[in-house]
């Protein structure tokens, strides 16, 4: 009975000194090799990808300052009268010589409507910010509730909303809550703005305006200079 013959390595045959390395084994390490590259490259746009549509945490920018160029040009900046949080049309504080104002002879403010007309028009940068505070415990502060700051631009007999600012109010948020917004909008002269505060006819009376520190409650605008004021400077 004869033993079963063991196949070969066909290279083995060959005498020393010739024996080379089989091509077929270079293309796999060249195809791993490229393999690796191609999932890195794919891995790397991966992540830029989701880098580019995750949302940005936007911090609330402070209370623009109020600037020579603003006091002079077509620019106001006020603050509200009362930290009083209930449905109502807002007044403001707008004589010069208060902390935060800016007002010039650009505006005119009326005391019975609390609107604010605009005397020269153009393209304005409206601006506000609403800050409220918890004055009670969290027990207090626990039920969800809603308040918004409203700006409408009055033009003749039509009422339009231009900005609106919303802070939704709960035990588990912070004990003060701020919120700025600003929009774009062009104003013709006699344009009036006012401003609502907006409760759902629901008494808040855990919560009022925060006026300490830097979540000042304020609302203003200023005029962005034309083609042909910018040429001119």
Known sequence: MTAPERSQDPESLLPAGSRRACPCRSLDWCLLLGLCAL????????????WRVLPRTLETP?????????????????????AVIKDRVMEFDHLQGIDGVVFNSHFNYH??????????????????????????????????QTVKLIIY???????????????????NSEETMSKFSAVLRPLKKGDSLCV?????NTDIENWQLDQTDKKDNFFGLFKLPSSAESADQ
């Open 39 to 50: 999932g890195a490259a794919l891995l790397a746009l991966a992540l830029f990808s989701a």
């Open 62 to 82: 402070e209370p623009p300052l109020a600037s020579p160029r603003m006091r002079k040009e077509a620019g106001a900046q006020m603050m509200p009268t009362s």
């Open 153 to 171: 631009q009055l033009s003749r007999d039509t009422r339009s909303p231009v900005l609106t600012i919303s802070l939704h109010l709960s035990s």
């Open 111 to 144: 005391d019975i409507s609390h609107a604010l007309e605009v005397k020269v028009g153009g393209l304005y940068f409206i601006y506000a910010q609403l800050a409220v505070k918890c004055i009670g415990d969290k027990l207090s502060c626990s039920k969800p």
């Open 196 to 200: 609502k505060m907006d409760t759902n």
